[in-house]
T-cell receptor, first 117, second 117 residues
Framework: DAGVIQSPRHEVTEMGQEVTLRCKPI?????LFWYRQTMMRGLELLIY????????DSGMPEDRFSAKMPNASFSTLKIQPSEPRDSAVYFC???????????????FGPGTRLTVL | QQQVKQSPQSLIVQKGGIPIINCAYE??????FPWYQQFPGKGPALLIA?????SEKKEGRFTISFNKSAKQFSLHIMDSQPGDSATYFC????????????????FGKGTKLSVKP
């Protein structure tokens, strides 16, 4: 299995531009998570999906951020317009439910390092 | 109540030493406590996890100690090696249920470990 795939790995953009980050979860996983990592705030959960449906988006910082999951193998996180304070590493992770109840072992992608100038 | 507090922020030990990283939580509904290891430029990866029905779990050189009454858990790395140099994150979650909003991981802020040769 190729693991969680994210693209691009690095993104440099200017303030005000639209940024789209992409994620392909592990095949068969039915949960997908978007995180943001900064030195100051650590790993923050932004939003997560179950079976392509957003379950909890309370971590999305503001309306400039949006996430979609049009199918089980693809998700996007969009920032429009981007600001310098959005500079961070964005991770996508996926996990799978097995049985009636399970624990949340998440598999992380390599991340996208975003720099907004 | 959703926070997981991790200490120390950074740790330097000599090869062969036993670094200990501590975490504390408030929410007594948490019943899954994983540790993730992150190398520079990579996403976090599950290292070891424990459930509160046991007080200790060991996998190779890594041991989790769990104190349910104190709501604390810690990671011990025996005979540490330079290759263990990484950032370690503790986390906590509740059991996931089908289609539910429970189960997302709450991460600590991370501990940067350096093991000197």
């Amino acid at each position: 299995d190729a693991g969680v795939i994210q693209s691009p790995r690095h993104e440099v953009t200017e303030m005000g531009q639209e940024v789209t980050l992409r994620c392909k979860p592990i095949s068969g996983h039915d949960y997908l998570f978007w995180y943001r990592q900064t030195m100051m705030r650590g790993l923050e959960l932004l939003i997560y999906f179950n079976n392509n449906v957003p379950i909890d988006d309370s971590g999305m910082p503001e309306d400039r951020f949006s996430a979609k999951m049009p199918n089980a193998s693809f998700s996007t996180l969009k920032i429009q317009p981007s600001e310098p304070r959005d500079s961070a590493v964005y991770f996508c992770a996926s996990s799978s439910m097995v049985g009636a109840a399970t624990y949340n072992e998440q598999f992380f992608g390599p991340g996208t390092r975003l720099t907004v100038l | 109540q959703q926070q997981v507090k991790q200490s120390p922020q950074s740790l330097i030990v000599q090869k062969g030493g036993i670094p200990i990283i501590n975490c504390a939580y408030e929410n007594t509904a948490f019943d899954y406590f994983p540790w993730y290891q992150q190398f520079p430029g990579k996403g976090p990866a599950l290292l070891i996890a424990i459930r509160p029905d046991v007080s200790e779990k060991k996998e190779g050189r890594f041991t989790i100690s769990f104190n349910k009454s104190a709501k604390q858990f810690s990671l011990h790395i025996m005979d540490s090696q330079p290759g263990d140099s990484a950032t370690y994150f503790c986390a906590a979650s509740r059991r996931m249920n089908y289609g539910g909003s429970q189960g997302n991981l709450i991460f600590g802020k991370g501990t940067k470990l350096s093991v000197k040769p």
